[in-house]
């Protein structure tokens, strides 16, 4: 099994890639439509509800297709990587949006309150008030979020991309070894969403230490 392991590790840098660059983009999009959900206008709110149903009521495979096979049938076509990067961001982001939004509102509504009497504004109120102390709140489910993102990657092997699986995939075939090779598989995958969760454990401990909460 470990003889696998050094040439399936060179395609989890594919991975790793897709699943970085996909957690930006639905870090953007959580905090973007997760304040909208808490505390836009009426307009954006409609906007920002349309988007998080519609990616968190269908599936990410049929997406992750539509916009590499659909979209250039009308006209707009991407890379592999970008439609994978872009699904799978738009598509956590939905998730994440809830998150953000469950967090803010579980701020005491008595901080909304005093902000008024400071005469503080909106933002100043969700920057300065809100969200240092939804932050903390949100690390978890994020955490969480991150290590699904990871597993998801998987899927970008549906559209050429030569990731982890797809690399797993086209070993199995030469080597007809299917446990050998999805073992290592595994394994790989498992290192990685553990490293992910090390690292947002860390982050969290540092966010707490940094706003007085208790570790």
């Not at 994440?96 to 901080?111: C, F, K, N, T």
């Not at 969700?126 to 978890?140: D, G, H, K, S, T």
């Amino acid at each position: 099994m470990l003889t696998y392991i050094p040439i399936l590790a060179q395609a989890a840098t594919t991975s790793i890639l897709v699943c970085c660059l996909s957690l930006v983009v639905a870090c953007v999009l959580s905090f973007s439509a997760g304040i909208l959900l808490f505390s836009g206008p009426r307009w954006a709110r409609a906007i920002a509800i349309v988007y998080v149903e519609i990616f968190r009521g269908t599936s990410l495979l049929v997406q992750l297709f539509w916009l590499y096979y659909a979209l250039p049938l009308i006209g707009y076509s991407m890379p592999p990587l970008l439609t994978g990067v872009l699904a799978l961001g738009l598509n956590t982001g939905a998730y994440g949006a809830e998150v953000v939004r469950g967090a803010l509102r579980s701020v005491p509504i008595q901080q909304h309150e005093a902000a008024r009497a400071l005469n503080l504004t909106n933002a100043r109120t969700l920057w300065r008030i809100f969200l240092p102390q939804a932050i903390p709140e949100m690390m978890p489910s994020f955490s969480s979020l991150a290590v699904q993102n990871l597993k998801d990657t998987s899927l970008v092997s549906m559209i050429t991309i030569a990731d982890l699986t797809f690399k797993a995939q086209e070993l199995r075939n030469l080597t007809q070894d299917s446990v050998g090779v999805y073992a290592s598989a595994l394994l790989l995958y498992f290192v990685m969403a553990m490293i992910i969760v090390l690292l947002l454990r860390f982050a969290e401990r540092s966010i707490k230490i940094a706003t007085g909460r208790p570790v």
